[in-house]
C-alpha cells in the first residue's frame, strides 16, 4: 500500500511539471507575441506638400476679356459664374479661377489671362523619411 500511494503522488508530481511546462511556455509564447507587435517600427509618413499661392478675390466685371469670351461659349452654356478669384501661384503664371453653377451643379474653372482653360495646381506628394 505505502509503495501504491508513492507511485501515485510520484505521477500527480510529474503530471503537474508537464503542466507548469505548457503554462510557462504558453506565457512565453504570448509575451513574445505581444512584444514582437508592440515593436515593429512605423516605416510610412504620407506627407502633402500644396505650393503657396495668392488667392485675391475679383469681380466677375473686372475678368479680362479673353476669360469673359470662354465663359460665354459653348462649352459653358447654362452655367452662370458666381465668383472668381485671380490665383497667383509662387512659380508660374497667374490664373482665373472662376466658379460656375448650373441649378444644383457647382463647378470650378481655372482659366489663363487669354482664356484657355488650365489644370489646377498639382499636389506632391512625398513618400516616405
Do not use: C, H
Amino acid at each position: 500500500m505505502i509503495v501504491s500511494i508513492g507511485i501515485v503522488i510520484n505521477r500527480m508530481i510529474k503530471l503537474k511539471i508537464v503542466k507548469m511546462k505548457k503554462i510557462m511556455l504558453s506565457a512565453l509564447f504570448v509575451a513574445f507575441a505581444v512584444s514582437a507587435t508592440i515593436a515593429q517600427p512605423v516605416n510610412e509618413v504620407g506627407i502633402e506638400v500644396v505650393a503657396q499661392q495668392e488667392k485675391t478675390p475679383i469681380k466677375l466685371e473686372e475678368l479680362p476679356d479673353a476669360v469673359k469670351t470662354t465663359l460665354s461659349g459653348e462649352a459653358y452654356t447654362g452655367w452662370v459664374p458666381s465668383e472668381a478669384f485671380v490665383v497667383t501661384p509662387e512659380e508660374g503664371s497667374k490664373y482665373f479661377e472662376v466658379t460656375l453653377k448650373k441649378e444644383e451643379e457647382v463647378k470650378v474653372v481655372n482659366l489663363s489671362e487669354d482664356g484657355k482653360v488650365i489644370e489646377s495646381p498639382a499636389v506632391e506628394e512625398v513618400e516616405t523619411l
